[in-house]
């Protein structure tokens, strides 16, 4: 992971450069990077994009973008003055190869001046129709260094990586013709998130959560990223993603991955992605319960007072949609440490609240010592890790009830980021951006990996095409999703945080 060592200089080559992600993420962090004193001494951004664009006009638009969704704000114009003169921007089309070797040409006029080095992280911000066409034009324009120390090329790819197993494998065996594995940075950007990571320091830094870490203490893990926003103007992509491809395959199953993973051997990224490809590879619908999978879609509703849509009046949704705006499965991790441990996952958008929060529940005490009306009042331990938003961790349990009898009441023990730190975290963006340029490739997604995600969920997808398992249930907008979630785990003799 990122340490102290210094950013070694580099150009940032953006494609996509005119888009929403460059504009509320990119450049944000790119910004508090260099507020923060982080980037490379020699450091240049080329955007690149068809839309014709001067380097000003390209800069006082980042701008815009910055003052709008930095995390440090106001803008420091100091700073920004310095920035902005490291920002550039090169007309293009993807499938043409002049453009290509104009870019080519702007990075030798750049890494000149900016004393960059000949390094280059060649960011893909685009469609993902365009990933096999850039990085091929790449990788064929002589624009890739591969004769490290002298220079790197690396090439970091935004998800969606495929949009089911075969068209992953044939993406990754393509951008292999062009970059070896360890060039290629498949970004998830949960994994940048401070929190995410500190389900690894919790895990391994601590002595006393390991040894009851397993089926023998553990009865169930419920992992739930919950959204109130809607589909905001991606009806388009949307309908071909769903909340299968646009948070569980990828998001979600990350953080399973690391909730149930092994100790890697050594904290580095072979060991680390190695642990989490074995959960991968042993995860499973749950094949006893027929019901362990339910879609839903979200109707018209309220979320904090204000009316909503459904799905279908969306913006380039069609009206007769059977995209799932909301998914919940039961998953089991066939292995020895979590056989017969069910993970219950779900996800949604326009549900009540946001929140994304891994809940594991332990096993009640294995013999009762209390009277019959005390027993009804014992819960279960219940150990919370907030992702966001209210970022920490809380552990509930009994105490017993000041007074002459022996009543158990549920408390609650909590750690919450922002009063034991008091610093602001970094964007997940920052993190991971800095971590690329350190070649530093723990927290990104291996080609293995992505396509062990695959492999549970593409066969799922597959069935929902031939009609099985495919009813979808609507659910009113502002609600915690359908009933049919809550009938799924209640079925088990359990029941779903409460939203
Ligand atoms: C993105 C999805 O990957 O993650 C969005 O495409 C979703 O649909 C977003 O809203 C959620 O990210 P975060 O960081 O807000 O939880």
């Given amino acids: 992971m990122a340490n102290s060592r210094k950013a070694p200089n580099c150009v940032m080559v953006i494609f996509g450069a005119s888009g929403d992600l460059a504009h509320r993420k990119l450049i944000p962090a790119l910004y508090n990077l260099a507020v923060d004193g982080l980037l490379p001494t020699g ?20 701008k815009a973008g910055v003052a709008e969704f930095s995390r440090s704000k106001p803008i420091n114009e100091d700073v920004w003055t310095a920035f902005s003169t490291q920002l550039h921007y090169q007309q293009g089309s993807y499938d043409d190869h002049a453009s290509f070797d104009a870019l080519n040409d702007r990075l030798k006029v750049i890494d000149a001046a900016h004393e960059t080095a000949g390094n280059r992280l060649y960011y893909l911000s685009t469609p993902p129709e365009a990933y096999a066409l850039i990085t091929e034009r790449i990788g064929t324009s002589s624009l890739v260094q591969n004769q490290p120390p002298a220079a790197w090329s690396r090439v970091v790819i935004e998800k969606p990586f495929g949009h089911d197993l075969q068209s992953a494998r044939d993406l990754n065996e393509h951008v292999h013709k062009f970059f070896r594995e360890e060039q290629i940075y498949r970004i998830d950007h949960y994994l940048g998130k401070e929190t995410v990571q500190n389900i690894l320091v919790f895990r391994f830094a601590n002595g006393i959560f390991e040894p009851i870490w397993d089926r023998r203490y553990i009865d169930h893990i419920q992992i739930t990223v919950a959204e109130n ?31 149930a993973m092994e100790p890697p051997a050594e904290f580095n990224a072979d060991d680390v992605r190695n642990e989490k490809l074995k959960v991968l590879k042993a995860l499973h619908l749950d094949r006893n319960n027929a019901n362990g999978l339910v879609r839903g879609q ?17 913006a380039g949704v069609a009206p007769d949609s059977t ?18 441990v069910p993970f219950y996952i779900r996800s949604g958008k326009r549900l009540s609240r946001r929140v994304t929060e891994i809940a594991i529940q332990f096993r009640m005490p294995p013999r009762m010592l209390f009277s019959e009306a005390t027993r009804h009042e014992i819960e279960p331990n219940v150990l919370v890790m907030t992702i966001q938003p209210d970022e920490g961790i ?31 975290a970094p964007d997940a963006y920052e993190r991971l ?35 099985a398992n495919s009813f979808i249930e609507q659910y009113r907008s502002g609600s915690a999703g359908p009933k049919g979630s809550d009938d799924m785990i209640q079925q088990d003799g359990r029941k779903w945080r409460a939203l």
């Fill in 298 to 314: 979200y109707g018209p509703g309220k979320v904090g007072g204000v009316v909503v849509n459904g799905y279908v009046q969306e």
């Fill in 433 to 467: 951006i800095l971590d690329c340029v350190l070649g530093d490739s723990t927290l990104f997604t291996r080609a293995d990996e992505v396509e062990a995600a695959w492999q549970l969920i593409s066969p799922i997808v597959e069935g929902w095409k031939a009609g």
């Fill in 43 to 62: 450091f240049a951004v080329i955007g690149f994009g068809r839309k014709p664009m001067t380097d000003d006009v390209f800069r006082s638009e980042m």
């Fill in 229 to 259: 926003i809607g589909i905001e103007n991606r009806g388009n992509y949307y309908e071909t993603s769903g909340v299968v491809r646009d948070i569980v395959q990828n998001h979600l199953l990350q953080v399973l991955a690391l909730i």
């Fill in 394 to 424: 809380s552990l509930k349990f009994g105490a017993k009830r000041p007074g002459s009898g022996e009543q158990v009441q549920p408390v609650v023990m909590n750690f919450n980021y922002g009063e034991s730190f008091n610093i602001p």
């Fill in 323 to 340: 995209t799932e705006t909301y998914l919940a499965m039961k998953l089991n991790v066939d292995n020895w440490r979590w056989a017969g």
